[in-house]
Each structure stands twice: as structure tokens, then as C-alpha cells.
């Protein structure tokens, strides 16, 4: 399973960015999906995750922000950012819960992809 992210990079506070993630290889069934950002010295901190059934929760300091989404169809989620601010400035990461083909379920991360919010 192989995650590719996109969309990230620089944008002034207020501005609005959109993170794509699509999901490849030998998958049978994605279950949660989420992303997560980190910044050096931190831990890696969840942003917002949404179930198969379309589920979302979001980390407080984003939410009324952010908005999660996936397409199914296209085993793809989306993180629509508003309202940016420099503290969220960080490396974004891609997450799914996964089932592949032969029937093992695991977590797998996508490579990260920097925003960057300046004042």
C-alpha cells in the first residue's frame, strides 16, 4: 500500500490551502482515514480523521477550520484548510487504516508535505 500527498506549501494566515491523499497498491477495504502534522520537537499530533461511514472528529485548535473528506471511489481523502494561522505551520501526514488483498490490516503513512502559514 503506498500513500502519495499532495498540496501542501506556503500560504499567508487567512488563506486557505487543500491537502490531497490518494491511497494504491493491494488494498481490499480502507477504514479510518486521518491526518496528522508534526513540527520539530513535537510529537505527531492527529488533525482530523474520518471513518468509512463518513465520521469525522477533528483536534480542537482546528476545528470550525478544517474540514475532512474522502472519495471512496478514488480511495482518497482531502483536508480543506480556512482561516490559516502561523501555528499551523508544520508537516502534514496521511494515515489510512487498511486491509489488503490477502487480508492483513495495518496503518500506513504517506511521505508528509510541509505548510507553511506566514503572518
Known amino acids: 500500500v503506498q500513500l502519495q500527498a499532495s498540496g501542501g506549501g506556503l500560504a499567508q494566515a487567512g488563506g486557505s490551502l487543500r491537502l490531497s491523499c490518494a491511497a494504491s497498491?493491494?488494498?481490499?477495504?480502507?477504514?479510518?482515514m486521518g491526518w496528522y502534522r508534526q513540527v520539530p520537537g513535537k510529537e505527531r499530533e492527529l488533525v482530523a480523521a474520518?471513518?468509512?461511514?463518513?465520521?469525522?472528529n477533528y483536534a480542537d485548535s482546528v476545528k470550525g477550520r478544517f474540514s475532512i473528506s474522502r472519495d471512496n471511489a478514488k480511495n482518497t481523502v482531502y483536508l480543506e484548510m480556512n482561516s490559516l494561522k502561523p501555528e499551523d505551520t508544520a508537516v502534514y501526514y496521511c494515515?489510512?487504516?487498511?486491509?489488503?488483498?490477502?487480508?492483513?490490516?495495518?496503518?500506513?503513512w504517506g511521505q508528509g508535505t510541509q505548510v507553511t502559514v506566514s503572518s
Open positions: 474520518i471513518t468509512s461511514g463518513g465520521s469525522t
Open positions: 497498491g493491494s488494498i481490499f477495504s480502507i477504514n479510518a
Open positions: 494515515n489510512i487504516d487498511a486491509t489488503s488483498i490477502w487480508g492483513a490490516r495495518g496503518k500506513y
